[in-house]
């Protein structure tokens, strides 16, 4: 990196007064793209923004999900099982009063 291109990026770091090292070329334009098109360039918004939605999103992970689809196993194997119960037939009478299963 020629030193012109150093001073460069060091104006513009000090421009943003924010600096982020090692992002992807790609990931960086589409951030800047987002944060130009959601939050007018205000790049610590769309920072706030994406932090807030993984803050509410990723630590819960898919928890929340297995403990649901957990419960629906449960209440499915529960009917189920109520279902698959012998119900006791109904013993038929005869006229002479004898029962016959």
Not at 6 to 32: D, M, Q, Y
Not at 62 to 84: P, Y
């Given at each position: 990196?020629?030193?012109?291109?150093?001073i460069?990026e060091l104006?513009?770091?000090?421009?943003?007064?924010?600096g982020?090292?090692?992002v992807?070329?790609?990931?960086?334009?589409?951030?800047?793209?987002f944060?130009?098109?959601?939050?007018c360039?205000?790049?610590?918004?769309?920072?706030?923004?994406l932090m807030?939605?993984?803050?509410?999103?990723?630590?819960t992970?898919?928890?929340?999900?297995?403990?649901?689809?957990?419960?629906?196993?449960k209440?499915?194997?529960?009917?189920?099982?109520?279902?698959?119960?012998?119900?006791?037939?109904?013993?038929?009478?005869?006229?002479?009063?004898?029962e016959?299963?």
């Amino acid at each position: 990196m020629k030193m012109s291109e150093k001073i460069e990026e060091l104006k513009e770091r000090i421009k943003n007064g924010f600096g982020i090292n090692r992002v992807p070329e790609k990931t960086k334009k589409r951030f800047f793209e987002f944060s130009e098109e959601e939050f007018c360039g205000d790049r610590g918004m769309a920072l706030k923004y994406l932090m807030d939605f993984y803050d509410g999103l990723i630590p819960t992970g898919v928890e929340h999900l297995e403990i649901a689809i957990a419960e629906l196993e449960k209440r499915v194997a529960d009917i189920e099982a109520k279902l698959n119960e012998e119900k006791p037939k109904p013993k038929k009478r005869r006229l002479d009063g004898t029962e016959v299963e």
